[in-house]
Each structure stands twice: as C-alpha cells, then as structure tokens.
C-alpha cells in the first residue's frame, strides 16, 4: 500500500501523559496535513507544512500540540500533558502541489486515541 | 468565516431509489467544493470535487451558486453505497479543508 500510512493506529493513554504520533505521506508529496476528528463530527484542520515548513495552524492548535515535518517527509504530532478532550481520531493528509487551486488531499487510516 | 452545513445525520433509502445528500456551504468569493466518501473500516477518500464535473460511482454533484448549495445526487442507490459523506471546501486563501459534519446513508436492500 502507497498511501499515507499512520502509526500508532491506536493509543490509549492516561491524562497527563505525552503522546506521540507519526505520519508518512505519499512519497513524491510535499504538502502535509493533520486534522482532528471526534464523534459525530467532520475532520477538523489543525496545522499544514509544505515541505518542512509549518504554514498554517489552527485555533484549535493549543500549546500543548506540536507538529514537526523535519526533513519534508514524515511529519508528527506530540501531544503534551494530555486531557480527556483530546481523546479523537488524529487524522494525517498529504497532497502534492501542482496547478489547481486546491490540491486533492489523500488521508491515511487515522490515529484513534483515547485519553483515560 | 466558511461554513459547510450537511443537514441530515442520516439518510435511509431503499435499493434503487434516488439519493440526494445535502450541503449548503456559506463562503466569500468563488468556492471549489469537495464531497469526500468514508465506507466502512475505510480510509476517507474524495469522492468527487465540482471542478472537475466527473460523475462517480454514478454520484453526481451540481454547484448552485445562487442557493449556495452543492447537493450529492445519485438516480438509483446501490447497496455498496451506504458509507459517511462529507461535503468540504477551502478556507478561503488557505489549504486547510473545512468539512460539515457527514451525513451516514444506509441502502437497504
């Protein structure tokens, strides 16, 4: 399977705890994505790289949350200190920059983490 | 701001019936709207985008600027069509997607 690929599928965690998460785009892509997801609701954007650099953020990007895309291939997600709202499917997208206004976003299986 | 508006949680039809999902969105300037699709233990994926006008898996999706809607229609539901949907566009001047939050349609048989 090419696609985007996340790791861990699954993190179960305890409040205050760090947390961790990993996303490998499709290879050739340069833009990166991550989005929340929690019950009932449509994905929402957290923060965008192009390449390795980090352009866009969300609101919703507490300073507990902090992505990196190092070398402008995978990128991750550290969640610091966690809280029983943050418990969601972490959800990872790249795209590769081309003519159109916007890019197709291919997202990967998602990471669902629970925060006990 | 943006703002994508899926009215139904959940749309239950009969094999071979019509479908329509519906999506209003509110946005300044000229919007490109996305319908992506989840199935079942599956990935999110697009499913269409009104740009390109291509009709898949016999979905269709027509933008009407003036009721600022870009409803999902379908003539005749099959049963592999029961998954999310989820209507999106761009936040103005950015990247990131703004999603409404799905509607889950069931085919039954």
């Known amino acids: 399977d090419t696609g985007v690929s996340q790791d861990p599928r699954h993190k179960i965690t305890k409040r205050g705890q760090n947390v961790t998460f990993r996303c490998d785009p499709i290879?050739?892509?340069?833009?990166l994505y991550w989005y929340r997801q929690t019950l009932g609701q449509g994905p929402e954007f957290l923060t965008y790289f192009q390449n390795e650099a980090q352009l866009e953020k969300s609101r919703l990007l507490s300073d507990r949350f902090s992505a990196e895309r190092p070398k402008g291939s995978f990128s991750t997600l550290e969640i610091q200190r966690t809280e029983q709202g943050d418990s969601a499917m972490y959800l990872c997208?790249?795209?590769?920059?081309?003519?159109?206004?916007?890019?197709?976003?291919?997202f990967g299986p998602g990471t669902r983490l629970t925060v006990l | 701001a943006q703002r994508v508006t899926q009215p139904e949680k959940l749309l239950s039809v009969f094999k071979g019936a019509p479908v329509e999902l519906k999506c209003n969105y509110s946005?300044?300037?000229?919007?490109?709207l996305f319908w992506y699709v989840q199935y079942s233990r599956q990935r999110l994926q697009l499913l269409l985008r009104h740009i390109s006008r291509e009709s898949i898996k016999g979905f269709t999706a027509d933008l009407n600027k003036g009721e600022t809607s870009f409803h999902l229609k379908k003539p005749f539901a099959q049963e592999e069509d029961s998954a999310m949907y989820y209507c999106?566009?761009?936040?103005?001047?950015?990247?990131?997607?703004?999603f409404g939050s799905g509607t889950r349609l069931q085919v039954q048989p």
């Open positions: 997208a790249s795209s590769l920059a081309g003519t159109r206004n916007t890019d197709t976003q291919y």
């Open positions: 290879s050739e892509h340069n833009r």
């Open positions: 999106a566009l761009p936040d103005t001047g950015r990247r990131a997607l703004t």
């Open positions: 946005y300044s300037g000229s919007p490109e």
